[in-house]
Structures are given as C-alpha cells and as structure tokens.
C-alpha cells in the first residue's frame, strides 16, 4: 500500500486518535471540509448527502447514525460519501448539546413538566435497565429531534450547496484557464 504506517498503532492509540485527533480539530474539521468540497458529484447530491448525514447525528440512535443517514440520502437523491462525513457533525463534544436541546425540546412539544419523568440510574449501565426504563427519555428526545433535524438539515443543504457550487465553479475556471494557457500541441508531432 503506498501510504501505509510503518509502525502500526495498538488499539489504545486508535481509541485515543479516536477520541481526540492528532493534529488539532480545526486541522480534522478542515479535512472534512475539503473531502466534502472534493467529491465528484453536483452540488444538490453533495449537500442532500451531507444534510442527511447532520440529520441523522442530530436524532439519539447512536450507533445507526450512519445507516440513518445513508437512508435519508438516497431518499433525497444525496451522495452517501457526503451523508457519512455530515455525521461527524455528531461527535463526543457536540452530542451533550443535542441531547440536551432535543430533550427539552421534545419535553416542551410534549408538554411535559420538568423533572415530571423519574431519573434513570445509569451508573450500572445503559443495558441494565429494560426499554421501558428508558423510554420516558427517549420519547422526548425523538420528538424533539425531528424538528431540530429539520432545521439543521435545511442549513446544512443550503450552506454546503453554495460552498460546493462555488468551489466546482472556480476549480472549473481554473483548469480552464490552464489548459487555454498550455501550448497547443502540433500534429504530427
């Protein structure tokens, strides 16, 4: 393989790079910006994918994130490359945050009072408890999830497509004026 590690990590340092990158996130953050403006695909496809993929991050199936997404993209006619790097907009530092809003959100379209569902001990862990244990929370969640999702999906769409469009339109003008610029080669020759 041409860009192979010599010196393959263990698995505590692939959890660890997992987790946190090697560089920074504004390099990793990068990175996927420019393997979203790179694909070879219009600009609806790249932003359909890419919306759906932050759609389906946005919803609290964590572990489906990524079939969720590849779902929603082929239904919208997106890439589905661009649907599995929009659901890093679902990552360890920005779930707590979704959690929390589609919570309180899905509480509020519900019409539940605060504090009105029973805490769930989740110190033994999650697989501990039966899904009736954990539908109180998760109820809310999804409820409130569908509407945030939507809104998200719309700003992603429409922030990627100009991006993208724009990127294609430039990289296009440039290969062109290249190619206007090499010397044309003689017959023959």
Sequence with gaps: MLFKRRIKPNWIERVRIALWPRRTWARSWRYVIKRVLRLSASPHAIAAGFAAGAFSSITPFVGLHFLLG??????????????????????????????????????????????????????????????D???????PMIVGAI????????????????????????????????????????PGE
């Design 147 to 186: 509407p945030l999702g939507i809104v998200i999906w719309f700003v992603c769409y429409i922030v990627v497509r100009t991006l993208v469009r724009s990127y294609q339109e430039a990289r296009r003008r440039r290969f062109e004026r290249k190619r206007a610029a090499a010397p044309e080669a003689k």
């Design 133 to 139: 244990a954990l539908i109180p929370v998760l109820k």
């Design 70 to 131: 590849f779902f929603l993209a082929y239904i919208t006619g997106g890439n589905l490359v661009a649907s599995a790097l929009g659901t890093a907009i679902g990552n360890p530092i920005t779930f707590p945050f979704i959690w929390a809003v589609t919570h309180r959100l899905g509480s509020w379209i519900l019409g539940l009072r605060a504090g009105a569902e029973p805490p769930i001990d989740i110190s033994e862990g999650v697989f501990e408890h039966s899904i």
